[in-house]
């Protein structure tokens, strides 16, 4: 990891896109490769067309959910958030996203609900 990635500035305008719906600055952080699984190691989206596919569609039909960082644990090039999901600001569920940062950008995230 180069000493001049902020990886908490990456993965904080990632989760603010997430939270205004901006799918271009949501992807923006991703790298173009980029991977996100569900535990226990499941792929779900690969590539920045899909993912850009999956939440445009999501956002979509849930326009109020948003995500709140409740703690972050960081090891080297890795940010482990435990996070809330509301809807209305009413939490939904709660899940760890585990992202790992390559070069400045995440290249996965792997999702435990």
Same mark, same amino acid.
């Given at each position: 990891?180069?000493? /001049? =990635?902020?990886?908490?500035? $990456?993965? +904080?305008?990632?989760?603010? &896109?997430?939270?205004?719906? +901006?799918?271009?600055?949501?992807? &923006?952080?991703?790298?173009? #490769?980029?991977?996100?699984?569900?535990?226990?190691?499941? /792929? *779900?989206?690969?590539? &920045?067309?899909?993912? %850009? &596919?999956?939440? #445009? *569609? $999501?956002?979509?039909? /849930?326009?109020?959910?948003?995500? #709140?960082?409740? !703690? !972050? #644990?960081?090891?080297?090039?890795?940010?482990?958030?435990?996070?809330?999901?509301?809807?209305?600001? !009413?939490?939904?569920? !709660?899940?760890?996203?585990?992202?790992?940062?390559?070069? =400045? /950008?995440? %290249?996965?995230?792997? %999702?435990?609900?």
């Amino acid at each position: 990891m180069e000493p /001049l =990635c902020d990886i908490d500035a $990456l993965i +904080d305008a990632h989760n603010k &896109a997430w939270n205004r719906h +901006d799918v271009a600055a949501f992807v &923006a952080p991703l790298d173009p #490769t980029a991977e996100i699984y569900d535990h226990p190691g499941e /792929l *779900q989206l690969k590539g &920045a067309e899909a993912i %850009t &596919a999956h939440f #445009t *569609q $999501l956002w979509a039909k /849930l326009p109020e959910m948003s995500v #709140t960082v409740k !703690r !972050r #644990t960081k090891l080297e090039n890795h940010v482990v958030d435990e996070e809330s999901l509301r809807i209305n600001g !009413r939490e939904i569920a !709660r899940d760890v996203a585990v992202y790992r940062v390559e070069s =400045c /950008l995440i %290249t996965r995230v792997d %999702t435990i609900e």
